[in-house]
């Protein structure tokens, strides 16, 4: 049914629920997984902060390290075979939607897992909407 399986994931908690729904896809189907994390630094070129913005960066993408690396423990654990990519995509979240589509694309996925940003209220209605970009594109979804 599946043989790769795309995983979107942020390190938010219903993106570690994706992680466990790829887990259990993959195992079921036999299928590769590609576990993504997509740098959002949009906040750095929208908020106003005297914040030095390059080390914010470095930071982001640090994190994005570990939380990739915390997903490969997960799916190695767990027996399925397994890559991890780190994108740096700067901009809006629509742009992260599209890196995930392109990546989806690139990798020829045959499913794309991933959760919504993991934040609730208005502020992060243009986040979630990162999921649905997403989906909408992809000719796997």
């Known amino acids: 049914m599946y043989r790769?399986?795309?995983?979107a994931i942020d390190g938010s908690r219903s993106s570690l629920n994706a992680l466990e729904q790829a887990v259990s896809m993959a195992l079921a189907t036999h299928a590769e997984v590609c576990a993504m994390f997509v740098v959002d630094d949009s906040d750095l070129y929208f908020e106003?902060?005297?914040v030095d913005r390059p080390w914010q960066l470095a930071d982001m993408i640090a994190y994005g390290k570990q939380v990739l690396a915390h997903?490969?423990?997960?799916?190695?654990?767990?027996?399925?075979?397994?890559?991890?990519r780190l994108i740096e995509t700067p901009g809006s979240p629509a742009e992260i939607a599209e890196a995930?589509?392109?990546?989806?694309?690139?990798w020829s996925a045959d499913l794309i897992v991933m959760?919504?940003?993991?934040?609730?209220?208005?502020w992060c209605s243009d986040r979630s909407r990162s999921t649905w970009s997403a989906r909408l594109?992809?000719?796997?979804c």
């Open 137 to 140: 594109p992809a000719p796997c």
């Open 48 to 50: 106003f902060s005297p």
């Open 71 to 84: 997903a490969g423990g997960r799916l190695r654990s767990a027996g399925v075979r397994w890559s991890s």
């Open 4 to 7: 790769r399986i795309l995983l």
């Open 100 to 106: 995930i589509s392109a990546e989806a694309d690139h």
């Open 115 to 122: 959760g919504t940003h993991g934040h609730r209220g208005a």
